[in-house]
């Protein structure tokens, strides 16, 4: 008798709470709200000017796709960009004794424009670094993949592909 009695209670106590859970949510639900915070984030970095583009594959004009590894990256903080890019194609004209990337430098921005596209967002950034005028095209989707189209005055256009994510210095 005290089993049953024993019993009763503690499943007196204890069914509203298993009844009282939430539902799981189920996978597609899950997927969708990351979604939506990611579409959310990269918003904000591409409104307020401050993200990193972080290429995993560059595209020479003339070549197939070359894998990079995690070490370069572009970096907008506000008028400025913070480039370390490699370069793989036909150089024209280069500074004597150069040894760095035309794509390795930390420069005011001549002019900033984005616009709002369908699917994301189209971002040009236009550089002037010493004799060359560097134009980065960036297209961005809404989750944060993104495109590079770099073209130079001296050197052969060259695309990277990547994603933008929060700078780590601000």
Do not use: C, W
Request: glycine share 6%; hydrophobic share 35%; charged share 30%.
């Amino acid at each position: 008798m005290k089993r049953i009695i024993l019993f009763t209670l503690l499943i007196t106590f204890f069914l509203p709470d298993i009844f009282a859970q939430e539902p799981e949510k189920s996978r597609k639900e899950r997927r969708e709200e990351r979604q939506e915070k990611r579409m959310e984030e990269v918003k904000n970095l591409v409104e307020n000017r401050t993200f990193a583009f972080i290429p995993t594959h560059a595209m020479p004009l003339g070549g197939g796709s070359i894998q990079l590894s995690y070490t370069f990256e572009a970096e907008v903080r506000g008028d400025s960009i913070f480039s370390y890019l490699p370069f793989y194609g036909v150089a024209y004209h280069i500074d004597y004794g150069g040894r760095n990337s035309a794509f390795d430098f930390s420069l005011p921005l001549e002019n900033y424009e984005m616009e709002k596209d369908g699917n994301g967002y189209r971002i040009k950034l236009e550089v002037k670094n010493k004799m060359d005028y560097i134009t980065y095209s960036l297209f961005v989707s809404e989750l944060g993949y993104a495109t590079l189209n770099v073209t130079s005055t001296n050197r052969q256009a060259i695309s990277f592909y990547g994603r933008i994510e929060k700078p780590e210095r601000e």
